[in-house]
Every structure is written in C-alpha cells, then in structure tokens.
Nanobody, 118 residues
Framework: QVQLVESGGGLVQAGGSLRLSCADS????????MGWFRQAPGKGREFVAT????????RYADSVKGRFTISRENGKNTVYLQMNSLKVEDTAVYYC???????????WGQGTQVTVSS
C-alpha cells in the first residue's frame, strides 16, 4: 500500500550535488525498508543504496560510497539521497523502492531523471 513519488532530479554539472527525495503518499502504517536504484540508457537497473526500516543500517554500491548518502525520516516511508561529487556516469533514471526488507523492495516509484554534464 506504499505509493512512492520521487523528486529532486535534474541537470547538474560534474562535481556538483543533487538531493533526491522519495515520499510515500499512501496510507500504510508500516515503516518499510527502502532503497534507491538507477538505470542508465542501455543498461540494467543498478543498486545504489538501501536503508533499513529504522534507519540503523545502510548499504551502498561501491561506485557511490563516499559520495552518496541515504537517509530517511524517522517513522515514515520517506527517504533521501544526497549525491555529491557527481560524475557523468551517474546519469540515469533514479527509482526509490520500499519493502519488508532490503531484499524485498517490491513497491516502486515512477523514477526521476538525473543528468550529469561534463
């Protein structure tokens, strides 16, 4: 019953920063594990980061460690992705997801485009 909507995407120069948001517009009382994934043109969907339901545990893809930070609102299915030191290869459609665990993220948003220019 989670309805996710991403926002914050856009065009940014390499080396710049962008902050993505994903908010639950549904009515579920359950707090879910959440995550961010991305898909670049001609490539499959790639794991970016996940956060546990309480926000205690985070995981990152090696490609974004040290540059991206995932966080969430306490007790809410709202998640953020702070992206710093952006690279051209970060260009993709970014999707947020929610589920019972980070391994079962079954509810997906529509995605938001992030374009990094050189």
């Amino acid at each position: 019953q989670v309805q996710l909507v991403e926002s914050g995407g856009g065009l940014v120069q390499a080396g710049g920063s962008l902050r993505l948001s994903c908010a639950d517009s549904g009515r579920t009382p359950t707090t879910y594990a959440m995550g961010w994934f991305r898909q670049a043109p001609g490539k499959g969907r790639e794991f970016v980061a996940t956060i546990s339901s309480r926000g205690a545990i985070t995981r990152y893809a090696d490609s974004v460690k040290g540059r991206f930070t995932i966080s969430r609102e306490n007790g809410k299915n709202t998640v953020y992705l702070q992206m710093n030191s952006l690279k051209v290869e970060d260009t993709a459609v970014y999707y947020c997801a929610a589920g019972m665990s980070t391994q079962t993220l079954h509810s997906w948003g529509q995605g938001t485009q992030v374009t990094v220019s050189s």
